[in-house]
T-cell receptor, first 112, second 113 residues
Framework: DAKTTQPNSMESNEEEPVHLPCNHSTISGTDYIHWYRQLPSQGPEYVIH???SNVNNRMASLAIAEDRKSSTLILHRATLRDAAVYYC?????????????FGTGTRLTIIP | DTAVSQTPKYLVTQMGNDKSIKCEQN?????MYWYKQDSKKFLKIMFSYNNKELIINETVPNRFSPKSPDKAHLNLHINSLELGDSAVYFCASSQDGEPDTQYFGPGTRLTVL
């Protein structure tokens, strides 16, 4: 599986936007970029995914670099409930390879 | 209306015992998974089943045996428990398709004494 690199931790003030970066320089053409997050004492939760174009949903936006070697998860207005570990994961969805390979993620702390 | 449920939530047992963790999903998904999160919070796939058939087995010891009685259930049985088995075990499910999204259960914290 192609590898991703994320900062270990980030802090942000409540009600401000948060930009969580992810580097994936060895991404292949068929790799989708997925983001999951894990809130304290809970299972991971899907956030967003994309292939080439930027994506928006009710939780976040995903900005993908033109060369696809990096991406940024954007939380438009962070709340205390967004404090979690955020994982950037590459997935090549060939049948039999649906597993999620988690890295160490970025621990996001929200400051009230 | 829990989508993916696991029982029990906590499991404390002695070394050498045999125990099971149950997982059920009511989403109608075709694929189910077991992940293990160790004390350093590293989360790793163990198994996946698609329509009751084993798809992924990530070099997990033979003491771990997943069983899928039907598409909605994937149970994890562990024989001869060891101290190193202490971890949080997460069940997940997903629907076939591209790209799919995995839905995780709340986890089962296993402590082996």
């Amino acid at each position: 599986d192609a590898k991703t690199t994320q900062p270990n931790s980030m802090e942000s003030n409540e009600e401000e936007p948060v930009h969580l970066p992810c580097n994936h320089s060895t991404i292949s053409g068929t790799d989708y970029i997925h983001w999951y997050r894990q809130l304290p004492s809970q299972g991971p939760e899907y956030v967003i995914h994309g292939l080439t174009s930027n994506v928006n949903n009710r939780m976040a936006s995903l900005a993908i670099a033109e060369d696809r070697k990096s991406s940024t998860l954007i939380l438009h207005r962070a709340t205390l409930r967004d404090a979690a570990v955020y994982y950037c994961i590459l997935r090549d969805l060939v049948f039999g390879n649906e597993k999620l390979t988690f890295g160490t993620g970025t621990r996001l702390t929200i400051i009230p | 209306d829990t989508a993916v449920s696991q029982t029990p939530k906590y499991l404390v047992t002695q070394m050498g015992n045999d125990k099971s963790i149950k997982c059920e999903q009511n989403l109608g998904h075709d694929t189910m998974y077991w992940y293990k999160q160790d004390s350093k919070k590293f989360l790793k796939i163990m198994f996946s089943y698609n329509n009751k058939e084993l798809i992924i087995n990530e070099t997990v010891p033979n003491r771990f045996s997943p069983k899928s009685p039907d598409k909605a259930h994937l149970n994890l049985h562990i024989n001869s428990l060891e101290l190193g088995d202490s971890a949080v075990y997460f069940c997940a499910s997903s629907q076939d398709g591209e790209p799919d999204t995995q839905y995780f259960g709340p986890g089962t914290r296993l402590t082996v004494l």
